[in-house]
């Protein structure tokens, strides 16, 4: 049913500086009686499907983002109460997608083998057989799309626009006929992830004037496009050039530097769609088709006054169609900010997967959705997504069992960008979702992947039996006054195996394959032993002092249980010595949290998270942040700019979110299968912390809904249950 026969417009294809038509496609064929019809489609990169002028795509950005060299993605549609007999018509516009995708030249997927003009891909079934599938005699014409770019933008020229296309009845005589295409060489599979839609629609919340145009404020910084609703009021063929920001100068002037690669392409390219009015000034609406932009501003080039109504413009906020989204609200205000800022940069970067920022990059960043893991589950009914992100990683790894840094990707990301502190998605994922779902496929399906990467860490173990290769602790928070190096990569690299080894061994013994579990718990002891010799001193410090070493020994069991409490308490002194602040960078903090409050410090935990002291959440709360930055900084005075002379970073990464799962493990005391063998298992076991006296959650997964009220007396938190479907609910 997934056919491999493909077709394209043209050869042609669209170049950094130059754009090449996005096509529209057609074909018209008649059908007698029938009781069922479907259709598979694959339209690289991106497409729009429409059936008798209707259309009926599954949501933003189909079928999938992908790397076609390793994996084609198909939808399945059933048309049977769209298709009629008699006369029919299906059209298409196909965008470059990642099929072709200049603007990502920063990962080389400018050079990407599988590189071509869009083409199109699909076998129409009746009644079970197959009647035709995508060929020559389907007919093709430029579109109005005369520019398209996943991470560039999109320009669009209403005068190139074909009345009635996709309509039964249009006379397509006059258009060329398709030509065959190079079959892409990757595996070929349906789509199983949830749709891209959009999910809230935002108004400005305040406009004004420039030289060039207006700015437009949107009040909140996410994901989508901008709705272009023109009432007639322009030239004919006026260009309305629309630049998409996430941070103003001077409070008038939109900014662009922190969301490029401002060495590689010109900044007035970059997040920018284009739309030429046509010369008839009748009322025209105008949505991007295959791009999406990060930002709060919105800088309009080319309107007078008149133009910049209150309706011109509306943010469209893109994300995953998730099954459910979870929530959890309680009376500190700063945590309740803090919960917020990470699900606004969650729905920010998930399309499809998730991305590290929704500007810059989005790029499927391997240790920035491995940090997130926990909180996903916590957060979204995101299931589907991961598992099929999971397909494309599995497409991606080489033969030698290493790891991309990014996936997908054109063969970027083996060289810099990944190692350890990346790769261990590859165990947090499945793990995560075992937990929460307990289904066992997730695990079978990536046993193997698992199995070639522990295989090639043997191959790369030092001479001291450690490990030191990839990216370190990122963005390690510091400030003015302490002066430590970075943690040393080889600490963390070598603890960041242990851990992955160890979820794998339970991952391994759930699926019944107690021999590998056992190798894999050596293999650990080995690294373990072997850490011991080179990193411990005699006091029970790792040496050089620095809580992301401390704490990730201590969450990888490098301490015997004589020793632990000792190490505890080192990990608090380290803490106290750095000003009762933390500094690490993500993959410690990922940690650092839950050790504390695994081991009689959650109050100091919470204090770190919370408070207002330069860096923590609570900082970023206090300076009215409305999303998680990527990096913490203080800023010079009346300016968006770090003072620390750095430069500005995105303002819109969900790597730091895992402190999402920290405030539903212990705040609200939801534990989700805590023995690891039954994901309906929930044990309610908050924690006394001083600063949260109430709290409401709700939490529904697979289906089952819970909701509960926790109020703190003094030093216990009493909890009272008001809705459960089917969990089995234990309070401690």
């Not at 669209?14 to 496609?25: D, F, L, N, S």
């Not at 050079?111 to 129409?124: I, N």
């Not at 011991?532 to 990730?552: E, M, P, S, Y």
């Not at 919470?606 to 923590?616: A, C, G, M, R, V």
Request: with cysteine; hydrophobic share 35%; glycine share 8%.
């Amino acid at each position: 049913m997934l056919s491999d026969k493909f077709i394209s417009a043209t050869k042609e294809f669209t170049t950094e500086h130059q754009g090449v038509p996005a096509p529209y496609i057609r074909k018209t064929f008649e059908v007698s009686d029938f009781k069922s019809a479907e259709v598979y489609v694959c339209g690289l990169g991106f497409y729009e499907f429409y059936v008798n002028g209707k259309e009926i795509t599954k949501g933003k950005l189909a079928p999938y983002i992908s790397n076609p060299d390793q994996v084609v993605y198909y939808d399945r549609y059933d048309l049977t109460n769209l298709i009629k007999q008699g006369k029919n018509a299906f059209g298409f516009l196909l965008g470059n997608g990642f099929l072709n995708n200049p603007g990502g030249k920063g990962w080389n997927f400018d050079q990407g083998s599988f590189r071509s003009a869009p083409k199109l891909a699909l076998s129409f079934v009746v009644d079970g057989k197959v009647v035709f599938e995508a060929d020559t005699s389907f007919k093709t014409a430029p579109s109005p799309i005369i520019f398209d770019d996943y991470r560039m933008g999109e320009h669009y020229d209403a005068q190139k626009e074909i009345d009635g296309w996709a309509e039964i009845d249009f006379d397509d005589s006059k258009w060329a006929n398709c030509i065959e295409a190079t079959t892409p060489k990757g595996e070929k599979k349906i789509c199983t992830a949830n749709p891209i839609k959009v999910v809230k629609e935002i108004k400005p919340v305040r406009k004004w004037r420039t030289e060039c145009g207006n700015v437009y404020d949107f009040g909140a910084n996410f994901s989508g496009v901008v709705r272009l609703k023109l009432d007639g009021f322009y030239a004919p063929h006026q260009r309305f050039k629309i630049h998409h920001a996430e941070v103003l100068l001077e409070d008038t002037v939109i900014y662009k530097k922190n969301i490029c690669v401002p060495f590689r392409f010109n900044l007035d390219d970059w997040q920018t769609d284009i739309y030429y009015a046509k010369d008839d000034c009748f009322p025209q609406i105008y949505q991007p088709h295959f791009t999406y932009h990060g930002f709060r501003y919105v800088f309009i080039e080319g309107i007078d006054g008149a133009q910049a109504t209150d309706d011109l413009v509306t943010m469209l906020v893109y994300c995953s169609d998730f099954e459910n989204q979870n929530e959890f609200i309680c009376d500190n205000q700063t945590v309740n900010k803090i919960q917020q800022m990470t699900v606004n940069s969650d729905v920010s970067n998930f399309h499809y997967f998730p991305t590290d920022c929704p500007h810059r990059e989005k790029n499927g960043w391997m240790g920035d959705i491995a940090l997130s893991a926990e909180q996903l589950f916590y957060n979204f009914g995101c299931k589907k997504d991961l598992r099929e992100w999971l397909n494309t990683v599995r497409k991606a790894q080489r033969e030698d069992g290493a790891v991309p840094g990014i996936v997908p990707t054109a063969g970027w990301g083996f060289a810099w960008g990944n190692g350890p502190v990346e790769d261990f998605a590859i165990t947090e994922l499945p793990y995560y979702d075992y937990m929460f779902n307990g289904d066992k496929s997730v695990i079978l399906d990536n046993a193997d992947m698992i199995k070639k990467y522990v295989e090639y860490l043997k191959t790369i173990r030092k001479e001291n039996g450690l490990f030191e290769f990839g990216l370190p602790d990122w963005c390690e928070a510091k400030w003015k006054g302490l002066d430590k190096p970075l943690t040393n990569i080889e600490i963390t690299d070598s603890l960041v195996i242990i851990d992955m080894l160890k979820k794998a061994e339970k991952m391994f013994i759930v699926i019944g394959d107690n021999d590998y579990a056992k190798q894999l718990n050596d293999f650990a002891q080995s690294i373990r032993e072997d850490f011991r010799k080179v990193h411990l001193d005699k006091n029970l410090f790792v040496k050089g002092r620095k809580q992301t070493a401390q704490a990730r020994a201590i969450d990888s069991g490098i301490f015997t249980d004589e020793e632990k409490k000792t190490a505890v308490k080192n990990l608090v002194q380290i803490i106290k010595e750095d000003g009762n602040r933390f500094q690490t960078g993500v993959a410690g903090a990922r940690v650092l949290f839950h050790v504390l409050a695994d081991n009689g410090y959650p109050q100091l935990a919470f204090d770190l998270i919370t408070q207002e002291k330069y860096p923590s959440y609570g900082f970023w709360a206090k300076e009215g942040y409305d999303n998680l930055p990527e990096k913490f900084y203080t800023r010079r005075k009346n300016s968006p700019f770090p003072d620390d002379g750095t430069y500005l970073q995105s303002l819109n990464h969900h790597f730091w979110g895992f402190v999402s799962g920290w405030f539903y493990k212990y705040l609200c005391g939801l534990n989700v299968n805590p023995d690891y063998t039954n994901c309906n298992k929930i044990v309610i076991s908050p924690l006394a912390i001083k600063g949260v006296k109430k709290l409401n959650c709700k939490f529904e997964n697979n289906g089952k809904q819970l909701e509960y009220s926790l109020v703190r007396k003094g030093k216990k938190v009493n909890v009272t249950i008001t809705k459960n479907t089917g969990f089995d609910v234990e309070i401690k």
